[in-house]
């Protein structure tokens, strides 16, 4: 089995701070996605990744950029966070994009913004 | 585009009652439907998936069975403990096509009381 890591659990930043958080995983697994989970929105798709230093952008894109230069590890950057923000971000892997494929999470980096 | 709808917003049983869950989807094409279960603190853990329809996914005592003709995929269990206890979420993927447009419900809360 493997396992995704994502650091910091928990990240409190300041209205208009540009924040990293960070995912690895072991799986050896091609592609790599980030989530944002709001309570009672389900999860939407920031960004995604095929391979190494491949980017592709989800329905949620604005606001964020994102860097794969290993094939175990994606990171995410709020590019400027926005006041009293709070949401989960999760990471993700699957072996592949294809359409059936499961996706193993990270138990996510829960972020507030003062 | 394609949507999920599930039950929403929290379900509160006592330890031994029977669960339903609601999942209903509208997609263009033949999606493949599958259950992910979040336990709180963690991220989402895929619990099973049906690809054609009248196929039954099951896991952990929990069921669903994939119906075109009603486009559901109810998630089901005879006798809930209270380490059910979580968030459930329904999601569609597209069976021939991209991980990247997997849909999520808004998740539904299962609240199990001893």
């Known amino acids: 089995g493997g396992i995704i890591t994502q650091t910091p659990k928990f990240l409190i930043g300041q209205e208009g701070q540009k924040l990293t958080l960070k995912c690895q995983q072991n799986f050896n697994h091609d592609t790599m996605y980030w989530y944002r989970q709001d309570s009672g929105k389900g999860l939407r798709l920031i960004y995604y990744s095929i391979t190494e230093n491949d980017l592709q952008k989800g329905d949620l894109s604005e606001g964020y950029d994102a860097s794969r230069e290993k094939k175990s590890s994606f990171s995410l950057t709020v590019t400027s966070a926005q006041k009293n923000e709070m949401a989960v971000f999760l990471c993700a892997s699957s072996i592949s994009l294809a359409g059936a494929e499961t996706l193993y999470f990270g138990s996510g980096t829960r972020l507030t913004v003062l | 585009g394609d949507s999920v709808t599930q039950t929403e917003g929290q379900v509160a049983l006592s330890e031994e009652d029977f669960l339903t869950i609601h999942c209903n989807y509208s997609a263009s094409g033949y999606p493949a439907l599958f259950w992910y279960v979040q336990y709180p603190g963690e991220g989402p853990q895929f619990l099973f998936r049906a690809s054609r329809d009248k196929e039954k996914g099951s896991s952990r005592g929990f069921e669903a069975t994939y119906d075109k003709g009603t486009t559901s995929f109810h998630l089901r269990k005879a006798s809930v403990q209270e380490s059910d206890s979580a968030v459930y979420y329904c999601?569609?993927?597209?069976?021939?096509?991209?991980?990247?447009?997997?849909?999520f419900g808004k998740g539904t809360k299962l609240s199990v009381k001893s």
């Open positions: 999601a569609l993927g597209d069976r021939g096509g991209s991980n990247a447009k997997l849909t």
